[in-house]
């Protein structure tokens, strides 16, 4: 079974801030993907980013980007230039393939101005 | 517009009156799936299909049932709804169960009392 942590309930920054949200997971798959997931308070679930386990690379989008260290287990997201757009809950989730999309509890991150 | 949708947006009613939640895609997803949220919790998989007429248990089933009659339908049934079933629920549908992300829907705020 896969199971997702993220440690953190809420974290608040100012803006402009670079905030990092934590992830750890567990699978015994050795093929799977990474997503974090946006749900602003519309309550919509919005893709931030994804990552192919087998991809060293760190995936990136615009302001967003991942450490992903395999071996730790980690996928942890980073977010520069904080905007207050970006107030939301995020959750972490891994998907082995062909196998179910895991979340973690979320982190309620509140971007202040 | 390529969407997933969920209806009805909210929904109050009490315990013991069968209440069904429609699903509905546009993209020509094989696979699809419903979740609940709940505080502290993440989103748990209730039920999810492979492809029309297959099936199978998530992890939290226990008082909903599904059906997949037709490709783009999803609907979820609570055949005797109880308190403990007040959650938001999502629809989700991908295009393949290996390593898509998953397009969700708006979900659906049900209170049961």
């Known amino acids: 079974a896969q199971t997702v942590t993220q440690s953190q309930p809420e974290m608040s920054v100012q803006e402009a801030e670079t905030v990092t949200l934590s992830c750890t997971y567990d699978t015994s798959e050795n093929n799977y993907y990474l997503f974090w997931y946006k749900q602003p308070p519309s309550r919509q679930m919005i893709l931030v980013i994804r990552?192919?386990?087998?991809?060293?690379q760190n995936a990136t989008e615009n302001r967003f980007s991942v450490n992903f260290q395999k071996a730790a287990k980690s996928f942890s997201l980073k977010i520069s230039d904080s905007q207050l757009g970006d107030t939301a809950m995020y959750f972490c989730a891994v998907r082995p393939v062909a196998q179910k999309l895991v979340f973690g509890q979320g982190t309620r991150l509140t971007i202040n101005p | 517009e390529a969407q997933v949708t969920q209806n009805p947006r909210y929904l109050i009613t009490v315990t013991g009156k069968k209440l069904t939640v429609t699903c509905s895609q546009n993209?020509?997803?094989?696979?699809m799936s419903w979740y609940r949220q709940d505080p502290g919790l993440g989103l748990r998989q209730i039920y999810y299909s492979m492809n029309v007429e297959v099936t199978d248990k998530g992890d939290v089933p226990e008082g909903y049932k599904v059906s997949r009659k037709e490709k783009r339908n999803f609907p979820l049934i609570l055949e005797s709804p109880s308190p403990n079933q007040t959650s938001l629920y999502f629809c989700a549908s991908s295009p393949d169960s290996i390593n898509s992300p998953l397009h969700f829907g708006n979900g659906t705020r049900l209170t049961v009392t």
């Open positions: 993209m020509n997803h094989e696979y």
């Open positions: 990552q192919e386990a087998y991809k060293q």
